[in-house]
């Protein structure tokens, strides 16, 4: 599939990114808490006191002196989705670019006030611990990336489209008859 791509498609794709997938962005190193609204379920069977407490123990021991990424590599070690430290990186849209919304071209709120708390740092600092609707966050902002360009992406996209037009080929195939064919009752193994 990837000598189906054109060079037009390759263009197309990264006009398309390249105010998010491919463009500047900020880089940071999220720890992020979720807490159960009043209401919901409990995320992690915590309230959102007790993940705010958590987030002011993570500011605690990186001002004692301990190392951020060690502190993240922690946080990571105990296998918790609802306590996690994860390298994100924010645009200034507010769209990551990435994940469900991002491929629909949607800008997350949620992403949009990260960016925000991200944006007046400078590299190697931390934010102070802050909310979104679900989830308390403390953020180090390692340092502000450049746009990329056409061609440093290029095999990257083509390689995008050459992996959605074989999903479409082999949906097409999956739904002609001719492609796709079972007989019931299925044969009996007849190994010995």
């Known amino acids: 599939m990837r000598g189906q791509v054109t060079p037009a498609e390759v ?32 995320a992690g069977g915590r309230t959102r ?8 123990d993570v500011v605690r021991r990186q001002e004692s002196g301990e190392s951020f990424d060690r502190i993240a590599a922690d946080v990571n070690k105990k296998q918790d989705r ?15 670019g990435s994940g469900a919304a991002g491929k629909r071209g949607m800008t997350l709120d949620r992403d949009a006030v ?3 708390h991200a944006a007046p740092l400078r590299d190697g600092d931390i934010t102070s611990p802050f909310e979104t609707l679900s989830e308390v966050h403390v953020m180090r902002r390692e340092g502000v990336r450049p746009a990329r360009t056409a061609e ?19 949906n097409e195939r999956i739904q002609d008859e001719k492609y796709v064919r079972l007989q019931w009752p299925l044969p009996q193994r007849t190994d010995k």
């Open 11 to 42: 263009q197309e794709e990264f006009g398309k990114q390249k105010d998010t997938r491919f463009g500047a962005h900020i880089l940071v190193t999220d720890i992020q808490i979720s807490f159960a609204q009043q209401s919901g379920l409990l």
């Open 49 to 56: 006191e007790q993940a705010l407490r958590m987030a002011r």
């Open 114 to 116: 990260l960016y925000k």
């Open 82 to 96: 609802s306590f996690q430290a994860k390298r994100i990186r924010l645009y200034k849209s507010g769209d990551r």
């Open 152 to 170: 440093e992406v290029r095999s990257y996209i083509v390689d995008l489209i050459a992996r959605r037009k074989a999903r479409e080929w082999i």
